[in-house]
């Protein structure tokens, strides 16, 4: 192995990415493989599978990549997996606000069972933390936006 003057191995290549290094994984994983497990939770008792990522972030890396077969296990995996007590913070990510099927997902959850949503732990603390955060007021006002657009749509 041959080093640079500042001890950098010149055979390895380093590359940046916005990306989180465990969905950026599963996503290689899933390529040479054709498998993929998601999970509900961050643990994961199965030896032969990378470690556990949010599939939120599974579906951004699919999309720019154009893999729609992984986008589509990533969205059916989401829609199962949404409740009452998961869907406000994933309604109101990066995920939801990027992409429209993700958007969608989550909505109709929303406007389908907004009564119990309303009414649980998760969205009350959701908003209160976004509350108590003085320093992001605009996010603040983007997502009562969105979430009174979304209420104010037809039901149709």
Not at 11 to 38: E, P, S, W
Request: charged fraction near 30%; hydrophobic fraction near 35%; proline fraction near 3%.
């Amino acid at each position: 192995m041959t080093s640079d003057s500042s001890g950098h191995d010149q055979n390895k290549l380093q590359l940046h990415m916005d990306d989180d290094y465990c969905a950026f994984f599963n996503v290689l994983y899933y390529i040479m493989t054709g498998r993929i497990q998601f999970s509900v939770g961050s643990s994961r008792d199965v030896a032969d599978y990378p470690m556990w990522c949010d599939p939120q972030d599974v579906y951004h890396i699919a999309d720019r990549l154009a893999m729609d077969d992984l986008k589509e296990k990533a969205l059916i995996f989401l829609k199962w997996s949404t409740d009452n007590n998961t869907v406000t913070p994933r309604f109101m990510s990066a995920a939801a606000e990027n992409h429209d099927e993700v958007y969608d997902v989550y909505g109709d959850y929303i406007t389908e069972n907004w009564q119990e949503v309303k009414k649980t732990q998760a969205y009350r603390q959701y908003f209160d933390d976004l509350y108590a955060r003085e320093d992001d007021r605009d996010r603040l006002k983007r997502v009562i936006r969105r979430l009174c657009e979304l209420l104010a749509r037809d039901p149709a």
